[in-house]
């Protein structure tokens, strides 16, 4: 059989029908670029789709021989299908929440990207399932917010008193604490790409969760409990960690820089920090054991 005598069939045929290429290929479920080469001669359809191909364009089968001589019926142009409207996404409007006392407002659930609260108050209101993504807090009273659930990629929080506000399995990519954090409560949060500075976390809690690519820059962490959290690609620089403790916790590329001191004052707090029971890569190891300070003795080096 000659292609290129089947390929002007099927175009004369598909052509009376009305059918641009990707609306014969859509019908029979194959790609615009595979009836272009059946129409080139460079290739032929198989048996079973020469069948359909002769119902769909209404021919008989014998059209496609080679000396078939039976017509293309006149039937008028089958109009394509319009292009299916879908509705936009929702126009997202910055929202600017300025010294607006929103105590106990009950956000829950609600869709704000790139808002901006400052110089109010937020104490105990409820953002839970929120996505704030891009949106900050600045200056602000929220103590007992509830953030369980919600999205704050790039999110910032800068100077505000997060006092016993609870972020239970929220979402922190790149999310920035800049002197705030304090008395917060964060519960199976995963930490990716965020930034703590200058926070006083001595009275945070974080339980069961997993810090990635994350810094801590000049924050006190003295006292704290990190035991059986995980920490990858993370950096605590110049951050007070005296009788801090990382017990049974996994370390994979973190690095310690301590804070500048005179004296050798960083040095002896560091030798406090409790690594007991912890699972670290060798180079953290090796980088910790370079500070001659860290007791690593109940270490496990994998």
Avoid at 106 to 119: M, R, S
Avoid at 166 to 176: D, E, G, Y
Wanted: net charge neutral; charged share 25%; with cysteine.
């Amino acid at each position: 059989m000659d292609t290129k005598i089947i390929g002007s069939k099927i175009t004369r045929a598909r052509k009376a029908k009305g059918l641009s290429q990707a609306g014969l290929a859509q019908q029979l479920f194959i790609s615009p670029q595979a009836v272009g080469k059946w129409e080139r001669g460079e290739s032929m359809p198989d048996i079973t789709t020469f069948y359909r191909l002769a119902e769909m364009l209404e021919v008989d089968l014998n059209y496609f021989s080679e000396n078939g001589t039976a017509e293309i019926p006149a039937t008028s142009p089958v109009k394509q299908p319009a292009a299916e409207i879908l509705p936009s996404e929702e126009r997202q409007v910055p929202l600017r929440l300025t010294a607006v006392d929103m105590q106990q407002e009950n956000f829950a659930g609600a869709t704000l990207h790139k808002g901006k609260f400052k110089a109010g108050s937020l104490q105990g209101a409820n953002f839970e399932g929120a996505d704030l993504t891009g949106s900050t807090f600045e200056v602000l009273d929220a103590r007992g917010a509830n953030f369980d659930g919600a999205n704050l990629t790039d999110c910032s929080f800068s100077i505000t008193d997060l006092t016993d506000a609870s972020f239970h399995r929220s979402i922190l990519v790149r999310t920035r604490l800049h002197i705030a954090g304090h008395g917060a409560i964060f519960t199976d949060v995963t930490f990716l790409d965020a930034r703590l500075t200058k926070v006083d976390l001595q009275q945070t809690r974080f339980e069961r969760c997993t810090f990635n690519g994350t810094d801590f820059h000049q924050c006190d962490m003295r006292g704290m409990h990190f035991d059986g959290q995980t920490f990858t690609g993370v950096k605590f620089d110049k951050s007070a960690l005296k009788d801090a403790s990382f017990s049974g916790a996994t370390l994979r590329n973190v690095s310690f820089k301590l804070p500048f001191s005179l004296t050798n004052r960083s040095h002896l707090d560091f030798q406090t920090v409790c690594f007991d029971g912890a699972t670290m890569d060798k180079i953290t190891y090796a980088a910790l054991k370079g500070l001659r300070v860290a007791d690593l003795s109940k270490v496990t080096v994998v």
